[in-house]
């Protein structure tokens, strides 16, 4: 089956998306890069649209920095903003929690984790992701091309408390260390997984591979 069929995600259940677009962009040297002109909008448009376009209906925006510019930017998209007072200090982490908490309430299964900036991931990866978690190949996983894990990163429900408790200043790659047995990765021939724009060349890099001249 291809990577780009739609069938890919027929048979799974509810799951939900956290993308992290709270951080302040301190290594951007002044601007916000969720915010800088990407195909037809945004950085942060186009990490949302993936996601929307891979079929997931629970969609949360996790806000911080310049939340109302971040929600102009995400105008009339069909997805929800939390916002995350502790942006400052609180590092990813704190994101992280702020969607979760809020996915809680809901009847998900799992949920992504998408770094806000990261506007090359493509639908597809979302589908392979969502039906091999369908298909019990297990409770949290993620992409890996050559040797390095990147994001999106799905983790089922059971594991969200665990997320929660960990402490301030952790990362969510402690949680998958510790749990090597709940962990799987699927191979990639895209290193889209592994490109954010956190920087100025970063973020002319990705201009490049999606074929916008700049």
């Known amino acids: 089956m291809s990577e780009n069929s739609p069938l890919l995600a027929a ?3 509810p799951v939900a998306a956290v993308v992290l677009a709270a951080g302040t962009s301190s290594r951007y040297r002044g601007a916000n890069k969720l915010l800088l002109p990407f195909r037809d909008g945004t950085v942060i448009r186009s990490t949302v649209q993936a996601v929307r376009n891979a079929g997931i209906v629970h969609l949360v925006v996790v806000t911080g920095h310049e939340r109302e510019r971040i ?3 995400l105008a009339a998209l ?5 916002h995350n007072p502790r942006y400052r200090e609180g590092e990813m982490l704190s994101s992280i929690k702020v969607g979760l908490a809020y996915l809680e309430g809901l009847d998900v299964e799992a949920a992504f984790i998408v ?3 990261q506007p090359l991931l493509p639908a597809w990866l979302f589908r392979r992701i969502q039906q ?3 298909q019990g190949c297990a409770e ?4 890996k091309f050559g040797a390095m894990r990147g994001h999106p990163v799905l983790v089922a429900r059971r594991w969200w408390p665990m997320a929660l408790a960990l402490p301030d200043g952790a990362q969510m790659r402690v949680l998958l260390q510790a749990n090597p047995q709940a962990v799987a990765h699927i191979l ?3 290193d889209a997984v592994l490109l954010d724009v956190d920087t100025p060349e970063a973020y002319q890099q990705a201009l490049e591979r ?3 001249a700049h």
């Open 11 to 13: 048979q799974a259940g």
């Open 115 to 117: 770094p806000g900036d």
């Open 71 to 73: 929600e102009a930017a």
């Open 132 to 134: 091999a978690f369908a």
């Open 78 to 82: 069909p997805v929800t903003f939390v």
């Open 188 to 190: 990639v021939n895209t």
């Open 140 to 143: 949290i996983i993620a992409p």
């Open 210 to 212: 999606s074929g916008i």
